[in-house]
């Protein structure tokens, strides 16, 4: 089956940093560029970054440029987002999808993960 496993997330104060991971398995993961999303409490899920499928292209959502990179290996099934300079406002569950296609079109996405805690906070 197909599954995506956030980790990484946690507490950490403003300025901090915290690089999340996403393992999938279960579909052939370079036929997918993946996506990261997250929710803060009492919002909408908003698109962060996404990665294509050999990790030559990227994409960020403005609040994050900067701040944030997604990459990913391959041989390991993994994308990582490091997360640098960590503000309150960036307190989310941070999720990873799949898509065939690419970009941050919440609805391009066929399957998540569960999702992980990241809170900004001092």
């Known amino acids: 089956q197909v599954q995506l496993v956030e980790s990484g997330g946690g507490l950490v104060q403003p300025g901090g940093s915290l690089r999340l991971s996403c393992v999938a398995s279960?579909?052939?993961?370079?036929?997918?560029?993946i996506g990261w999303f997250r929710q803060a409490p009492g919002k909408e899920r908003e698109g962060v970054s996404c990665?294509?499928?050999?990790?030559?292209?990227?994409t960020y959502a403005v609040p994050v440029k900067g701040r944030f990179t997604i990459s990913r290996d391959n041989a390991k099934n993994t994308v990582y987002l490091q997360m640098n300079n960590l503000k309150p406002e960036d307190t989310a569950i941070y999720y990873c999808a799949r898509t065939a296609g690419w970009g941050l079109v919440e609805s391009w996405y066929d399957h998540w993960g569960q999702g992980t805690q990241v809170t900004v906070s001092s």
């Open positions: 279960g579909f052939d993961f370079d036929y997918y560029a």
């Open positions: 990665i294509s499928i050999n990790g030559r292209s990227t």
